[in-house]
């Protein structure tokens, strides 16, 4: 038993010391690594980030990609960095921006999501988007072979702790903030939080319909009570908790600004033509703010 235990002690120092000495390397320019063994791959602030994090048991990974090109290289750069698989690859969210991808890693990795994200994936999926995507973007044509939409294998309702090696994931369902299956990941020891897209940084988010703000600020609020070193939004540059609270603030004036004016009779076309966020003059997405407005008055009218 103790022969045992000392070469499985060994193999786990040895593989933790190669994944060091691997990450000195260089895995490109829109790699950043975030904490020792995590990396986060940003490139345009209107791309989905994703993330690799390395464990003595295998690879975790967070969403695949903004599109095949980007999987590959992500899994370029795993290749690099450790001899160990993708075990698991979870899911922020069932958007194809987040998930095209997938077939890159599963198999073998085991793809996790919130309850309905497989029927979101199956009823969003439109093989046109790949034609035209390589029509755009010929030299894209080399990343698409193989693909096929790799659904969910697991999904789970609400709450999920996941332990891989000497890691922790907790996955957070966050109900109504962008999609139908959004979740926030928590890594409780090195205080890193996934937020999904529920926050953007200089970013106006696509607030569909079904979209709460009240849900979004809960959601803000249950990260911030985390209390994060690091936050990773789906859309823009990983930082500090300030991400968190800069969305809470635009959120808060938003609905404060919609129901001030809607206190004065103005009409929901009024308030698209007349409300001003104030610090929000050099975001991106300015088109996505007139929905913002409508989520805000939903809120605020009920209607």
Do not use: C
Not at 49 to 68: C, F, K, Q, R
Not at 125 to 142: I, S
Not at 238 to 259: F, H, N, S
Request: proline share 6%.
């Amino acid at each position: 038993m103790k022969t045992k235990f000392t070469i499985g002690l060994l193999s786990i120092v040895f593989g933790l010391a190669s994944a060091a000495h691997s990450s000195a390397q260089d895995l490109g320019p829109h790699f950043k690594k975030i904490q020792e063994g995590i990396f986060v791959r940003a490139e345009k602030p209107a791309d989905s980030n994703a993330a690799i994090i390395l464990t003595s048991e295998g690879v975790v990974m967070i969403d695949s990609g903004h599109n095949p090109p980007d999987s590959l290289a992500l899994s370029k750069a795993v290749k690099q960095l450790t001899s160990q698989p993708v075990r698991y690859l979870i899911n922020t969210e069932p958007h194809s921006d987040h998930t095209t991808g997938h077939f890159v890693f599963s198999p073998p990795a085991i793809i996790v999501a919130h309850e309905g994200a497989t029927e979101s994936m199956k009823r969003a999926y439109d093989p046109k988007r790949n034609e035209k995507l390589l029509a755009e973007y010929p030299d894209m044509r080399e990343s698409f072979k193989g693909f096929k939409m790799i659904t969910p294998h697991i999904e789970y309702r609400d709450k999920m702790t996941l332990n891989v090696g000497e890691r922790t994931f907790e996955l957070r369902f966050l109900k109504s903030v962008h999609s139908e299956a959004d979740t926030a990941i928590w890594l409780p020891k090195e205080r890193v939080v996934f937020a999904a897209a529920s926050v953007g940084v200089k970013r106006f988010s696509n607030l569909r319909p079904f979209v709460k703000i009240s849900d979004t600020l809960e959601a803000i609020k249950m990260m911030k009570a985390l209390n994060p070193e690091v936050v990773v939004p789906g859309h823009g540059a990983p930082g500090t908790v300030k991400i968190l609270e800069d969305m809470e603030r635009y959120y808060t004036t938003l609905v404060e600004g919609v129901g001030q004016l809607v206190k004065q009779g103005k009409s929901l076309d009024d308030i698209k033509k007349e409300l001003r966020v104030p610090g929000t003059e050099d975001w991106e997405g300015k088109d996505r703010y007139p929905n913002n407005i409508e989520a805000a008055y939903r809120g605020v009218t009920g209607k």
